[in-house]
DNA sequence: CAGGATCTACTTG
DNA sequence: CAAGTAGATCCTG
């Protein structure tokens, strides 16, 4: 089996928009299938772009690009997200769309370490390989790969920079073991910390 | 074939 | 307890 996809051309984009939070300005894309990506935000694009509310996109983007908004809000926010868009993870090997679809599983609040993960698709020596497929993920945040932590309730590592698993950890109101503080400078979004 | 967002089991300060 | 080391394992490009 494991047919390379030769149709269903997951590279193209229909749009590029923006979702303005706290936390800076998130950056997500749009195939014919649905959200296709989530970037965190960056330095460079926190000095907000022209982005004036929500640009003016065709009707099946449009309505997509507001449940995504108000998932990454929600969760952001620690609130669970309920109405998601759908999700083109076509990009994927057949083992990470296991692994990615797995992650949907872990509700906020909650973690799995990599182990666990490995047994849940079924290859529990697969541990390392999870590891992978999770920083592979292409929409993260929504795909709760940040509630994957190392055994022992240890971080782990995270690709879009380990002080927001911990900002999204902290969100969700989980605790793990302080792995290694070091790692990222400043970070100042403080959303009403209570 | 080399390299990772790992893990367990030691061994050392 | 924290921090290395070694070997095992498996998916990827």
Redesign the pocket.
């Known amino acids: 089996m494991r047919v390379r996809q030769a149709t269903s051309n997951p590279g193209i984009i229909l749009a590029e928009l923006t979702v303005s939070t706290e936390a800076g300005l998130f950056r997500v894309r749009y195939s014919v299938a649905g959200l296709s990506e989530v970037e965190f935000p960056k330095e460079e694009n926190d000095a907000q772009l022209p982005a004036a509310a929500t640009p003016s996109v065709a009707e099946p983007v449009k309505s997509w690009h507001e449940k995504t908004a108000r998932a990454l809000h929600d969760i952001l926010a620690g609130r669970e997200a309920k109405d998601f868009p759908p999700f083109d993870l076509s990009i994927?090997?057949?083992?990470?769309k296991r692994v990615w679809h797995v992650l949907r599983k872990i509700e906020m609040g909650q973690t799995r370490?990599?182990?666990e993960v490995a047994e849940m698709i079924g290859?529990p020596?697969?541990?390392?390989?999870?590891?992978?497929?999770?920083?592979a993920?292409p929409i993260?945040v929504l795909i709760p790969?940040?509630r994957?932590l190392?055994?022992?309730h240890?971080l782990?590592?995270?690709?879009?920079g380990l002080n927001w698993k911990r900002i999204l950890l902290e969100r969700e109101g989980v605790l793990f073991?302080?792995d290694?503080l070091s790692e990222t400078p400043e970070f100042n979004w403080r959303a009403d910390d209570r």
């Not at 994927?92 to 990470?96: H, I, L, P, S, W």
């Not at 020596?125 to 920083?135: P, S």
Request: proline share 3%.
């Open positions: 994927g090997t057949e083992f990470q370490s990599y182990a290859n020596k697969a541990v390392r390989a999870v590891g992978g497929a999770c920083g993920n993260p790969c940040h994957v190392a055994a022992r240890k782990g590592g995270f690709s879009g073991s302080s290694r």
